[in-house]
């Protein structure tokens, strides 16, 4: 089980506090949505030049263009980016094709996602690892991910990322489920210490193993 700090809505001098701090701790690195969008793949590039050991996810929320957007992720040295379940098979497709290419991974959002017919043409179309994902803007209607969420996901055989508000005391009972990976933002990101908070939750994460 990975964990990986999210970096969203941060000036660039905040993340790269946020990284020094949890470096050791995390074993993903990702560059959220917005600060993409403020500082653009030359923010990403700078990361992967500061860490070249860790493993970084650019969360591009691709859902168009997929070629060029996944292409631009890995050519700035992301290992991983994100794709919506939402866009064309053709997009899904061709972001898979680029990945394979450069041995890197896709990881689809499954963001506001309730069909299991979408869920059987992503397996068909070849996807390996989903995200289930609470957004932000549900996160202020007071939905926060939480545990029945995983039977969505559940026969399909997809590597199962987690998101949506994730914090230490809601970290318990995701962990029970053992997912692949729990992606964390601001329980972490916004700490007043972020290197306890994210060893406090590690140590959470290490009773299942
Ligand atoms: O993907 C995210 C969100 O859509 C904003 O772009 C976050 O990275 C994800 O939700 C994790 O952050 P928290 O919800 O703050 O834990």
């Known amino acids: 089980m990975k964990l990986q700090l999210a970096l969203d ?27 993409i969008k403020e500082y653009g793949m030359a923010f990403v590039r700078e990361i992967r030049e500061k860490y070249p050991d860790k493993t970084i996810l650019a969360d591009m929320k691709t859902c168009d263009a997929g070629k060029h957007e996944a ?7 992301a290992d991983l980016t994100t794709v919506m379940a939402f866009s064309s098979d053709a997009t899904i497709k061709d972001t898979l094709d680029v990945a394979k290419q450069v041995e890197k991974q896709i990881m ?5 996602l309730s069909s299991h017919q ?21 996160q202020t209607k007071g939905n ?10 559940n ?27 729990i992606i964390v933002g601001s329980a972490i990101s916004k700490s007043p210490h972020p290197q ?4 406090h939750m590690k140590k959470i994460m290490q009773t299942r193993g």
């Open 9 to 35: 809505r941060l000036t660039k001098e905040a993340c790269l506090h946020v990284i020094s701090e949890t470096k050791e701790i995390v074993d993903i690195i990702e560059i959220g949505t917005g600060v």
């Open 71 to 77: 292409k631009q992720a890995f050519d700035a040295g």
């Open 108 to 112: 689809i959002d499954l963001l506001e």
């Open 118 to 138: 979408r869920m059987e043409e992503l397996k068909r179309l070849g996807v390996e690892l989903v995200s289930l994902h609470v957004g932000k803007d549900q």
């Open 144 to 153: 926060h991910f939480n545990t029945e969420l995983f039977s969505f996901v």
């Open 155 to 181: 026969g399909y055989g997809f590597k199962v990322a987690v998101a949506g508000g994730i914090r230490e005391d809601t970290l318990p009972e995701v962990v029970e489920e053992n997912p692949d990976i």
């Open 196 to 199: 306890q908070t994210a060893q």
